[in-house]
């Protein structure tokens, strides 16, 4: 119960943080959406506000991220994290919840505006592409969870290294050398043909492809199912909780932010 009161105080502190970053995003992605229909009125082109959602459904591969890496410089600048009593596994995971939270808001009025274009362009919405749309939420939120503990990763190891002196003006050269050291190591592991073969070797089937067709006065749509591989998403799983771990591990060194 007390854990659980002092992370609903971290939750509410983080959101605290970001609000003003939260808040100006979604203005920002309203005033857009605005813009898209009011252009697609004019012109009588609704293409456009479908493009305006799928550039804005991307764009929230970098929301988490971008999100987390707010908070964590805002917190770096007032150095409370050097005293606060809680372990950094609980500190993080605040910062990742809110972040989290406000990523699924977010996709929740595009969702909402996702119902608007597909009225407004007249395409059944039996068709299958809100199924896309959602498959499309789920691909979206596990990629930035993903770049997010990279993120993370590289933020706490840029940090630490302001503990060596030695070192402490050559941080980013470390920071490149790693991300060069972590991509040759995964394009290594790829070249090799039978683990490549036993990663793509289980698959699943889910609506992700889609295509617009205009003819007759009317838009069509065909939605058809993409082969995913399940084991390279256990992998990416493992390796982004190894890289939570070792975020908590350098940052319960007390590193100084």
């Known amino acids: 119960m007390i854990i659980m009161t002092a992370f609903k105080g971290l939750l ?28 697609s009125i004019r012109i009588d082109e609704p293409m456009i506000t ?22 964590l410089r805002l917190e770096g600048k007032t150095q409370i994290w050097l ?34 274009v597909v009225r407004y362009i007249a395409i059944d919405p039996k068709s299958g592409i809100l199924n896309v749309l959602l498959w499309a939420d789920i691909s979206i939120i596990s990629i930035g969870l993903y ?8 933020w706490s190891i840029y940090h630490s290294l302001s503990k060596f002196p030695a070192i402490r003006k050559f941080k980013w ?3 490149i050398l790693t991300i060069f050291i972590c ?10 043909k039978w683990f490549v ?43 982004g909780i ?4 070792l975020s908590s591990w350098l940052l319960d060194r007390k590193v100084e932010v």
Not at 19 to 38: K, Y
Not at 97 to 114: D, E, G, K, P, Q
Not at 147 to 154: E, P
Not at 216 to 229: L, M, P, S
């Open 83 to 116: 005293y606060n009593p809680h372990s950094s596994r609980i500190l993080i995971l605040s910062k990742i919840a809110v972040s989290l939270i406000s990523m699924l808001i977010s996709l929740v009025v595009i969702s909402l505006f996702c119902q608007f």
């Open 12 to 39: 509410k502190k983080d959101f605290h943080i970001t609000r003003f970053w939260f808040f100006t995003w979604l203005i920002v992605m309203l005033l857009l959406m605005l813009a898209s229909i009011v252009i």
């Open 147 to 154: 770049f997010s503990c990279w993120i993370l990763f590289y």
């Open 183 to 192: 991509n040759t190591i995964e394009a290594s592991l790829l070249k090799i």
């Open 242 to 245: 190894i890289l939570f771990l």
């Open 50 to 71: 479908v493009g305006l959602v799928f550039m804005l459904l991307i764009g929230h591969i970098i929301f988490l991220p971008l999100s987390l890496l707010t908070s």
């Open 173 to 175: 050269l470390v920071i």
């Open 197 to 239: 073969t036993w990663i793509n070797k289980w698959k699943i089937s889910i609506p992700l492809d889609r295509s617009f067709n205009y003819h007759h006065n009317a838009w069509h749509t065909r939605v058809e199912n993409v082969d995913i591989a399940i084991l390279p998403i256990v992998l990416y799983a493992i390796v």
